[in-house]
């Protein structure tokens, strides 16, 4: 395999948290790896790194972003609760043209995006696949059921690939006792980028982003298939969590999505 398999990679929302991450397993991966946002991440570009500012909602502009593209990753739009508006620019719109333009140009596959928060409805004691119907626990999860839908219609329809990876709780390490299910390794998210982007056949697939955790809500999905063996596990940190964070028997403690369901979009002054 060439050590580098792509020319051209695009990487959205690549000033946010996670995309930051992800900068460096991409550049292996690229001879050139395209940096997309609103505004410059905050690392200058290396030397096999160009940034291209771009609204999502601007259709014209993301199809020249996506010109020679490869590969998608798309970690851009809007990653919280937020309103209607809000929601529709960033996430639907920006999510449409993403696709629309990635079939003119000839991207071969995206790596989407998603969230566990799209079944955030479900009981922490039921165990959940991609094959169950969604239950989203916001409207920002609602934006990313359509964007599975939009990825599974596109692969249908035309042939472009997507992998869309429904992320749990991202950080260095578990910050809380939902974690214990939902925590995903900073190294096993770059192990899953890395597979998403190499596997040989991906087709529509639909990945829970966790790492290798004792305890788990999320189970037949296509992890498998596309080779994503985690590493990681956010057992050594149980003690220390059952010790520190917040007493069971909460509310929101019913809820796969944790405490998301706790941020109405219609009133925002009102999060916590």
């Known amino acids: 395999m060439d050590e580098r398999p792509f020319q051209r990679i695009v990487l959205t929302g690549a000033a946010g948290r996670l995309a930051s991450v992800l900068r460096a397993p991409l550049r ?47 970690m851009g739009g809007i990653s919280q609760e937020r309103g209607f508006k809000t929601i529709l620019q960033g996430n639907l719109i920006g999510q449409f043209n993403l696709y629309d333009n990635a079939l003119a140009h000839g991207v071969k596959r995206i790596i989407l995006a998603s969230s566990n928060h799209v079944t ?9 696949g991609p094959q169950m119907p969604p239950r989203p626990d916001s409207l920002y999860a609602v934006s990313k059921c359509y964007g599975e839908a939009l990825a599974s219609f596109y692969h249908d329809r035309h042939g472009l690939e997507s992998v869309c ?94 405490k998301m369901y706790l941020r109405d979009y219609r009133k925002p002054e009102t999060w916590t």
């Open 28 to 74: 292996e991966l690229a001879h050139c790896l395209v940096l997309s946002d609103l505004m410059p991440p905050g690392e200058a570009p290396e030397a096999n790194e160009i940034f291209r500012a771009c609204d999502l909602s601007d259709h014209q502009a993301v199809g020249e972003l996506l010109q020679g593209a490869e590969l998608v990753v798309h």
């Open 120 to 128: 955030g409805y479900y009981r922490i004691d039921q165990p959940v």
């Open 165 to 258: 990876l429904r992320i749990g709780s991202c950080s260095p390490q578990p910050r809380n006792l939902r974690a214990l299910n939902a925590w995903l390794s900073h190294a096993d998210l770059c192990r899953l980028i890395r597979c998403a982007a190499l596997a040989p056949q991906a087709g529509f697939a639909v990945v829970y982003g966790v790492s290798d955790n004792a305890e788990k809500w999320w189970h037949d999905d296509d992890a498998e298939r596309i080779g994503y063996h985690p590493q990681d596990n956010s057992g050594r940190y149980r003690d220390a969590l059952l010790d520190a964070t917040e007493p069971p028997g909460q509310p929101y403690s019913v809820w796969q999505g944790g």
